[in-house]
């Protein structure tokens, strides 16, 4: 049975970091392309970054670049979202999809 767990959310002040991980299982990880998307609260899902199969292609947003970094690790079959310098606008539910399979979000909360 596919599943994606993601982990790593809390409760962090201004200028703290996370890593979030996605842990994939149940399929082939390293055949995908992954996502992670942010949602915030009153507001639509957006796309922060993708990352193809082998992990030498990636996007990221514009508003994010500077401080957010998709990684994976296939042997691992995990993802990582590294968030540095985070700010109160970064509260949300981070999700990751690793093909057509998502994680259950992981929630980030940016106060102080």
């Known amino acids: 049975q596919a599943q994606v767990v993601a982990s790593g959310g809390g409760l962090v002040q201004p200028g703290g970091s996370l890593r979030l991980s996605c842990v994939a299982s149940g399929f082939t990880f390293d055949t995908l392309g992954l996502g992670w998307y942010r949602q915030a609260p009153g507001k639509e899902r957006e796309l922060l970054a993708t990352m193809n199969r082998s992990g030498g292609d990636t996007y990221t947003s514009d508003s994010v670049r500077e401080r957010f970094t998709v990684s994976r690790d296939n042997p691992k079959s995990t993802t990582y979202l590294q968030i540095k310098d985070l700010k109160p606008e970064d509260t949300g539910v981070y999700y990751c999809?690793?093909?057509?399979?998502w994680g259950q979000g992981t929630q980030v909360t940016v106060s102080s």
């Open positions: 999809s690793i093909g057509i399979e």
